[in-house]
């Protein structure tokens, strides 16, 4: 199974700061047909998860210019800038490469 | 605008079956892929299966001795049966919309799942 590793566990941001996550997978996700098969999805608290970022770097429909996602082909970040109090949740990174497709452990953001 | 909801049992006795139902309004289950993931305490997320536009399955295999994944078009709904539950399968059921393209881009609103005598 493809392991994805997130960094930190937990993480406290001030309003307005910026905040960027980590994730690592145990095999590449660049596909051959260069598609990079990462995604990124926050539950907010009482919420069902939802899409943030698809295809490493692409912003899902509805999602603040605020979230980006970048990446390589095993190291991923997952950036907030400007952080507001309607981003705290747990962040998940995960991947569509193979089956299992398999998810990170998620990523606390609380405000300070 | 698509919509899925889960529904079923929230508590079930251990070694029996687990089995829900995700609804779908807004879009045809014969386009697309549709999932199963369960969120357990903790937070831990797991992929269970899915079944596709066309009916194929594909499930994750920590689970392939246990579950499956059917349809019914007529309805608009897809299941989700596991075999033998144990208190570790106490979770939240999810059902969702998934492609490669876009990942898993709607959920239902999850359905708590505990598995006690």
């Known amino acids: 199974d493809i392991v994805m590793t997130q960094a930190p566990l937990s993480v406290s941001v001030t309003p307005g700061e910026s905040a960027s996550i980590s994730c690592r997978s145990s095999k590449s996700l660049l596909h051959s047909n260069g598609i990079t098969y990462v995604y990124w999805y926050l539950q907010k608290p009482g919420k069902s998860p939802q899409l943030l970022i698809y295809r490493m770097s692409n912003l899902a429909s509805g999602v603040p210019d605020r979230f980006s996602g970048s990446g390589s082909e095993t190291d991923f970040t997952l950036k907030i800038s400007r952080v507001e109090a309607e981003d705290v949740g747990i962040y998940y990174c995960?991947?569509?490469?193979?089956?299992?497709?398999?998810f990170g452990a998620g990523t606390k953001l609380e405000l300070k | 605008e698509v919509q899925l909801q889960e529904s079923g049992p929230g508590l079930v006795k251990p070694s029996q079956s687990l089995s829900l139902t995700c609804s779908v309004t807004?879009?045809?289950?014969?386009?697309?892929?549709w999932g199963w993931i369960r969120k357990f305490p903790g937070n831990k997320m797991e992929w269970m299966g899915y079944?596709?536009?066309?009916?194929?399955?594909s499930y994750n295999p920590s689970l392939k001795s246990r579950i499956s994944i059917t349809r019914d078009t007529s309805k608009n709904q897809f299941f989700l049966q596991l075999n033998s539950v144990t208190t570790e399968d106490t979770a939240t059921y999810y059902c969702?919309?998934?492609?490669?393209?876009?990942?898993?881009?709607?959920w239902g609103q999850g359905t708590l799942v505990t598995v006690s005598s």
């Open positions: 995960g991947q569509l490469l193979e089956n299992p497709y398999t």
């Open positions: 807004g879009y045809s289950i014969t386009s697309n892929y």
């Open positions: 969702a919309r998934f492609g490669y393209g876009n990942g898993f881009a709607y």
């Open positions: 079944i596709s536009y066309s009916g194929s399955t």
